[in-house]
């Protein structure tokens, strides 16, 4: 398929010129859905370039408690069968999803999740290697992106424009922005969106499958960074996806992901949510964003009351998880997930 996509490309350039345009739209959607998500590659490491190794060393040990102050506190994951023990741990990851992004799960799809777990937890079913679960969370948001519509890609524009409300100035800036803030893009909606039109229309051609398998691999690296900085940051919870101190994947009886890691990263991924910060901690940092820029634009900025930190209008990062985070699409990855860990 790759070979015979090439030699189409080389027999018609402006198909060659088409593509290119296509694979950076890719990787637009790519940062733009999924984050970028490795600690080392993000604004932490690029700000300390220059610095010292114990000043490195002394942001990241502060990294790394804002995330036992979060998933590593306000959740709580299980390495029991028992169905009280499992159902607690989908209510506990839940609520956390909840109360930072405001996306509730109905009961149908929570106690589907809390059966995977079990079936997993009880060795009935197989863990996900992080390839293996890579590859479900690829082929579930590509899945999800060619079927949106003209509206939704509009939709998903203006959502990742950032936080929104009727008492900013017209100055604010509302550029598209990739994840992380180490990037920011301005780019006109209307151009834009014809670019995110262009990666749906590829995902429904025959070539679907080398955007796929691109995608795959860039999905593939940033599961493994996060694997890496959780298992190292909360080793309790996390120790079971990647071997912090041999620098590769955990391996054993106990590795892999289970449905309900899955989960909470596939919505971490999505959300570009870290998992850092616990909910007083979080607030405390919304509270410096709205300090930040009344300072800035010089007038008061919107209340943080009411809002969440992530997901559609988050007031710490807007994302568009009402078109890839729903009930239908976390079934989807549900799927993959029971399909692999079966298989």
């Not at 429904?204 to 190292?232: C, H, I, Q, T």
């Not at 120790?239 to 912090?244: F, P, R, T, V």
């Not at 979080?282 to 009344?294: F, G, N, T, V």
């Not at 209340?303 to 992530?310: E, N, P």
Request: glycine share 6%.
């Amino acid at each position: 398929m790759r070979r015979q996509l090439l030699k189409l490309m080389l027999k018609h350039p402006a198909l060659l010129r088409r593509a290119g345009y296509t694979l950076l739209a890719l990787g637009l959607l790519c940062a733009a859905v999924l984050g970028a998500s490795a600690w080392r590659r993000s604004g932490y490491v690029r700000d300390l370039a220059p610095a010292s190794q114990a000043q490195k060393a002394e942001a990241r040990r502060k990294y790394y408690a804002r995330v036992r102050d979060g998933v590593g506190t306000e959740v709580e994951l299980t390495h029991d069968s028992s169905p009280a023990q499992i159902r607690a741990a989908v209510n506990s990851v839940t609520k956390f999803v909840e109360a930072r992004s405001g996306v509730s799960l109905g009961e149908a799809t929570k106690e589907r999740l809390a059966v995977l777990e079990a079936k997993v937890q009880s060795g009935a079913g197989r863990r996900l290697t992080l390839d293996t679960y890579s590859a479900a969370l690829s082929a579930t948001v590509l899945e999800r992106f060619s079927s949106l519509t003209d509206e939704d890609i509009a939709q998903m524009d203006e959502t990742l424009r950032g936080f929104k409300a009727p008492d900013l100035p017209e100055s604010f800036d509302h550029s598209f922005k990739l994840p992380q803030g180490f990037v920011s893009i301005s780019i006109p909606p209307e151009k834009n969106i014809a670019t995110l039109k262009v990666v749906r229309d590829q995902l429904n051609s025959p070539a679907r499958d080398v955007w796929a398998d691109m995608f795959r691999e860039k999905v593939l690296y940033y599961v493994r960074g996060k694997a890496e900085n959780l298992a190292e940051a909360v080793p309790e919870q996390f120790g079971n996806l990647s071997d912090a101190a041999n620098g590769r994947e955990s391996s054993g009886a106990t590795a892999g992901f289970t449905p309900l890691q899955a989960f909470l990263f596939a919505y971490s991924l999505v959300s570009d949510d870290r998992l850092d910060y616990g909910q007083a901690n979080l607030r405390k940092s919304m509270e410096a964003k709205q300090k930040y820029w009344a300072k800035q634009l010089g007038r008061p900025f919107p209340s943080l009351d009411g809002r969440h930190a992530y997901g559609v209008n988050g007031y710490v990062f807007s994302s568009p998880l009402d078109l890839f985070f729903d009930d239908q699409n976390v079934n989807r990855l549900l799927d993959r997930i029971e399909k692999a860990g079966s298989a």
